[in-house]
């Protein structure tokens, strides 16, 4: 009888896709106002703690732009990112110089992710970069980065 | 005399929110020691000032219009206050906002003339 109840179980859980992760984004309002007023909310399980202490600690050269905010709100962003920052899953996180890495698209996950996407690709006018990922994932703002959710633009 | 100082702090709390953009024309022109030009506001805008952006890269020539991130492609909405109310009404996102930018696109912060031009032009804008 226990063996019974015990497969249906077994099967239901070999049937969840194994890319099935979460990447809401938890409610934060500083995060929201500051973040989104120049890109998406990238979800905070995308990159370590430690990344996100460095990114959080260069706002004034952030890729390129000065992104400072009041040290208060800095500090409160910090704290939510670090709370929620990803694990292990995010795979390697660190440069070659064991410097934590400042881009989720630098990740060793992301990378293996999208290792079948040509460099051509990323550059079509309708994608522009990496960082967009909503060209592709279409509900990449609520979360789903799932396989079925993708259409990617000519 | 607790009633005064409650009546001054709800002034202040009030009062830190109040701004409408015509005071950072007057705040700016205050201290550039100098009227504003709309012209020269407009110009600055519009042109590279040697950096790899203008005013106009995200905002648009035309700031009465929706904008893009030059970078990220974001939307962003008219920065002229005839086409968004929200614009110029707190000191401390206009504070922000102009030292945040003006670093991307001249590599230095603005001037107060700079700023007041700059809001002279805005305020123009129908």
Redesign the interface.
């Known amino acids: 009888m226990k063996k019974l109840i015990a497969l249906p179980a077994l099967l239901a859980v070999l049937a969840l896709p194994a890319h099935a992760d979460n990447y809401s984004v938890p409610k934060h309002a500083a995060f929201q106002e500051e973040c989104t007023s120049c890109h998406m909310a990238y979800p905070p399980q995308m990159l370590d703690a430690d990344s996100w202490r460095a990114v959080m600690n260069g706002l004034s050269k952030h890729f390129g732009s000065d992104a400072s905010i009041d040290q208060k709100r800095r500090a409160a962003i910090a704290d939510f990112l670090v709370a929620h920052a990803g694990g292990r899953k995010t795979g390697g996180t660190r440069d070659a110089n064991g410097k934590p890495l400042l881009r989720i698209s630098e990740t060793a996950r992301f990378e293996k992710k999208h290792r079948e996407i040509a460099a051509a690709t990323w550059q079509r006018a309708s994608i522009k970069s990496p960082a967009n990922c909503t060209a592709c994932h279409a509900q990449a703002a609520a979360g789903d980065y799932n396989e079925r959710s993708i259409r990617i633009p000519k | 005399m607790r009633h005064s100082l409650i009546i001054t702090a709800a002034l202040f709390a009030t009062g830190a929110q109040a701004e409408v953009p015509r005071d950072f024309l007057a705040r700016f022109e205050k201290e550039a020691g100098t009227a504003a030009s709309a012209e020269r506001g407009a110009r600055f805008f519009t042109a590279k000032q040697g950096g790899e952006w203008s005013c106009a890269s995200c905002h648009t020539e035309r700031p009465t219009l929706a904008g893009r991130?030059a970078?990220?492609?974001?939307a962003i909405a008219p920065l002229a206050p005839a086409a968004n109310a929200e614009r110029f009404t707190d000191a401390?996102k206009v504070d922000?906002w102009f030292?945040?930018?003006c670093?991307?696109t001249l590599n230095r912060l603005c001037s107060a003339q700079e700023k007041a031009d700059v809001m002279a032009w805005l305020l123009s804008l129908k």
């Open positions: 991130h970078r990220t492609d974001k401390a922000k030292r945040r930018n670093n991307d």
